[in-house]
């Protein structure tokens, strides 16, 4: 069964982001979070380390 990467819970629907997958309810949570949110930021940061190499982002 899949764990969220998140709230570390089994998960059998969500939103699946490259190796890690995210619950139905964290998906909502994120969704009315704003970029200022510390919360925000620890999603963002966990997403960003299950992005491959090669999806990094285009900074110079
Ligand atoms: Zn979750």
Redesign the pocket.
Known sequence: MEK?F??S?P?TG?LRIFSTF??R??EQELLLLTADDPRYLFFMEKIRQALPAAAEPLVP
């Open positions: 969220c998140a709230c819970r998960a969500g995210l619950c309810s964290c």
